[in-house]
Every structure is written in C-alpha cells, then in structure tokens.
C-alpha cells in the first residue's frame, strides 16, 4: 500500500502545495486506487507543511509547485515529491502509478522560514 497526498484546488492539482484548499489522499496498491480521503489544509504556516503531510501518512506528495524550504523539509522527513503537475488529481495519481508522472521544472523562491521567522520578532 502507498498513500500519495496531492495538493488540490477543487479537485485539481493546485499551483502551489502550501496554498492549496486540501489535500486528496489516495491510497494506493500496485496501479489501483482503493480509497480518497479529503484532508482539509491547517494553514500555510511555513515550514509546517511537509510534517502534516508526514503525519497523515502520505509515502508521496504530488504538487503544482512549491518553495525550496518546503522541498527540503520533505526531503528531510523521506517523503518523495512531484513538482510540475497539472490537472485532474486522479489522473495525476493514475499517470503517476503507470510510470507517466515525473517531476518538471523548478522549485519557486516564495518563502523560506528565516524571513517568517524573523518577521515574527
């Protein structure tokens, strides 16, 4: 079994992980989808994100796009992410499970969590 959460805006793959409306996991068997669980996003609150996304047990995360310190956070806590996808959620997880889903293009610089936190002083 694999639990793959992607960011979405009404269904869709949204532009940018921290800002999207929730996330849709899938839990997944081989190429089969077995189940959709809706989790509403908390917030962006940066650099928290990565760790909610760890703790609803996601094995990977599926995205528009998101910031460098978001992606290192991931990296940090062993979750593999795609950047760059577009569209449907489910035909992103579906591409995704046949081998069709592959991360593209760039990590955008929005954030980073030394500015919030020293905005916050």
Same mark, same amino acid.
Request: glycine share 10%; hydrophobic share 45%; net charge negative.
């Given at each position: 079994m694999k639990r793959i959460a992607v960011a979405v %805006? =009404? %269904? /869709? /793959?949204?532009?940018? &992980?921290g800002l999207c409306e929730k996330f849709l996991v899938y839990e997944t068997d081989g190429d089969k989808i077995h189940k959709i669980e809706k989790v509403k996003n908390p917030g962006h609150k940066p650099c !928290?994100? $990565? =760790? &909610?996304? =760890?703790? @609803?047990? *996601?094995?990977?995360? @599926? !995205?528009?796009n998101m910031g460098k310190t978001a992606a290192s956070n991931c990296v940090l806590?062993? @979750? $593999?992410? @795609?950047?760059? *996808?577009?569209?449907e959620a489910r035909a992103a997880v579906s591409n995704y499970l046949c081998g069709n889903l592959e991360s593209q293009g760039e990590l955008c610089d929005a954030w980073t969590c030394e500015f919030f936190d020293q905005s916050n002083h």
């Open positions: %805006d =009404k %269904d /869709v /793959v949204s532009a940018h &992980f !928290t994100l $990565p =760790k &909610f996304i =760890k703790e @609803i047990g *996601a094995d990977l995360l @599926i !995205t528009g806590l062993h @979750i $593999p992410y @795609i950047i760059g *996808a577009e569209g």
